[in-house]
């Protein structure tokens, strides 16, 4: 059974940084491309970033240049790190991968402040 846990969210202040991690078990990660999303109150799940299996990230034009999606193999874990964060980043975050049917962890809190 495939299972997604998140943490790392938070308050923080406008142009602060933090730090997600979606850790995986019942798949291996380094094997399928893993995404976050977000989701604000009243908004629409949005795409963040992904990174595939075997290519190059690649991210929303909203965050590009601020965060960084990567994977550590030996955790079989993906991290995203958010620079410079802005109140409009407000949203629960969620880690995502397709393995045959979608898979979504619980999500985790990130409110940055103005």
């Known amino acids: 059974q495939v299972q997604l846990q998140e943490s790392g969210g938070g308050l923080v202040q406008a142009g602060g940084s933090l730090r997600l991690s979606c850790a995986a078990s019942g798949i291996i990660l380094a094997t399928r491309t893993t995404a976050w999303y977000r989701q604000a109150p009243g908004k629409q799940r949005e795409l963040v970033a992904q990174?595939?299996?075997?290519?190059?990230?690649s991210y929303a034009d909203s965050v590009k240049g601020r965060f960084t999606i990567s994977r550590d193999n030996d955790q079989n874990t993906v991290w995203l790190q958010m620079n410079s964060l802005k109140p409009e980043d407000t949203a629960v975050y969620y880690c995502?991968?397709?393995?045959?049917?979608?898979?979504w962890g619980q999500g985790t809190q990130v409110t940055v402040s103005s």
């Open positions: 990174i595939p299996s075997s290519d190059t990230p």
């Open positions: 995502y991968v397709r393995v045959g049917y979608a898979y």
